[in-house]
């Protein structure tokens, strides 16, 4: 089971993650508005389908970056997780029950708290 610690560490985490995403889409969205001025003949001129692709631009950053910062965070805390119940069952010897969690001789064929098979 993940600590507290681990959690809040991992939620720190995907936020500054998520927030550097979000800053970088917004760059590329603030880029794309005032990019799409000119000045004409005729005064200013605004290109809408250049600020529409940028702002769509910006956004898939925004939402793809989140989404990536969420799934790192956490296949990072699921290879934590994994290596340690990996290393307890090759250091000590033992079969680890995959319903309760407990540790059980090497030659059992059954779990000895639930009596699962192992």
Same mark, same amino acid.
């Given at each position: 089971?993940?600590?507290?610690?681990? $959690? %809040?560490?991992?939620?720190?985490?995907?936020?500054?993650?998520?927030? +550097?995403?979000?800053?970088?889409?917004?760059?590329? +969205?603030?880029?794309? %508005? #005032?990019? &799409?001025?000119? !000045?004409? *003949? #005729?005064?200013? /001129?605004?290109?809408? *389908?250049? %600020?529409?692709?940028?702002?769509? !631009? =910006? #956004?898939?950053?925004?939402?793809? =970056?989140?989404? $990536?910062?969420?799934?790192?965070?956490? &296949? @990072?805390?699921?290879? @934590? /997780?994994?290596?340690?119940?990996?290393?307890? %069952?090759?250091?000590? =010897?033992?079969?680890?029950?995959? &319903?309760? =969690? $407990? /540790?059980?001789?090497? @030659?059992?064929?059954?779990? +000895?708290?639930?009596?699962?098979?192992?």
């Amino acid at each position: 089971m993940v600590s507290w610690f681990r $959690a %809040f560490r991992g939620a720190i985490a995907t936020v500054l993650w998520s927030t +550097i995403w979000f800053l970088l889409g917004l760059v590329v +969205i603030y880029l794309g %508005f #005032y990019g &799409s001025f000119r !000045i004409g *003949p #005729y005064g200013p /001129e605004y290109n809408f *389908p250049l %600020f529409i692709m940028v702002l769509t !631009i =910006g #956004y898939l950053i925004i939402m793809f =970056g989140y989404i $990536a910062s969420i799934y790192k965070v956490q &296949s @990072e805390i699921v290879a @934590e /997780e994994v290596g340690k119940r990996f290393s307890n %069952f090759i250091r000590k =010897g033992v079969h680890i029950c995959s &319903s309760c =969690g $407990a /540790e059980n001789p090497i @030659e059992a064929k059954f779990c +000895i708290i639930c009596g699962k098979q192992l």
